[in-house]
């Protein structure tokens, strides 16, 4: 199942909601559940059904609501968890049951106390069961980025026969490089019967930071489906930042990977995200940290000022941010200077702006930041009111 389009899967209603702290009402479910649909995702996991009343709930509600993606519920390999799921499901227009179970060894001894054998037959059980109820039906290999690759294609060959549409290849606790990665999906490409079939699914976590490098990996090793989070929120450092991703493909057109996110709408929807759940954005976050398209640096905003792509390779009005901030501080030139007090109706000669600047760096040299309140009094200080100014 071969594409050039990568599925956007979001698992920010229910990986996203796993972070302590980050809870949500079904209300505000909605609310976000209704902007991922607008924002082009395909798949929406909108939770784990079994896990509590509420979940239930919301699930089955944002199954009702969402018009476009496909809406998702969670289970383990549990007969009761995938019943409970599709009940929940019942009224999506595209319902998908997501089931699986860990593979790794350290999984197999550890957490299920069960042979490789009992693993895979576990495995074509609750693919087949779930089935039963709806037509598309994602696996989940917990820990994949931690199993053998010869004993993961097993189960994924296994579970393509018992009726699983997508394959989900998890690096669950983050440990993978890309390279190892991506050499994984390729890997099953190459080794699994029926491969063809199916779609395979990047899932990462950023427990070393590499959460968006391996899903990229992935995908140019032949998956064709990305899970990800708004703002990259998930378990412990969290999951893949899905503006990050879609950012990536758009902006490497050579890949000739596309999604269909409408990425006007990535920076308003990391706003609501972050205040809905109360996690702020690191202000240095890719794509839409309040630091992404700012420059403090006089040689880089001289280099702005003069053509955006000398430090930009990505147009802010793409995401959705109005302009490039240029900041004023101690490492700003006069090129920044001058941008901004024209900005706030200073149109100053060469002589003038050398007069404000040596006012300017008396007062930058005191303060993180110089505004534009600031640059009204420097004006002041020099005696350049409006009228004087050319």
Known sequence: MQTDKVQIFDTTLRDGEQVPGCKLATSEKLVIAERLDVLGVDVIEAGFPIS?????????????????????????????????????????????IHTGIGTSESHMRYKFKASPEEIIERAKKATAYAKRFVEDVEFYAEDAGRTSNAFLAQVCEAVIKSGATVLNIPDTTGYCLPEEYGAKIKYLREHVKGIDKVTLSCHCHNDLGLATANAIAGVVNGARQIECTINGIGERAGNTALEEVVMIL????????????NTQLLFDTSKMVSEKMGMLVQPNKAIVGANAFAHSSGIHQDGVIKNRATYEIIDPTDVGVTDSAIVLTARSGRAALAYRSKKVGYDLTKTQLDAAYDVFLSVADKQKEVTNADLHQIMQHIQLRAGALA
């Open 52 to 96: 509590s009343p509420g979940d239930y709930t919301s699930v089955q509600a944002i199954a009702k609501l969402v018009n476009n993606a496909t809406v998702c519920g969670l289970t383990r390999a549990i007969p009761k968890d995938i019943e409970v799921a599709a009940q929940a499901l019942e009224y999506a227009k595209f319902p998908r």
């Open 250 to 261: 758009k902006q490497h057109p050579y890949l000739k990977l596309e999604t269909d996110i």
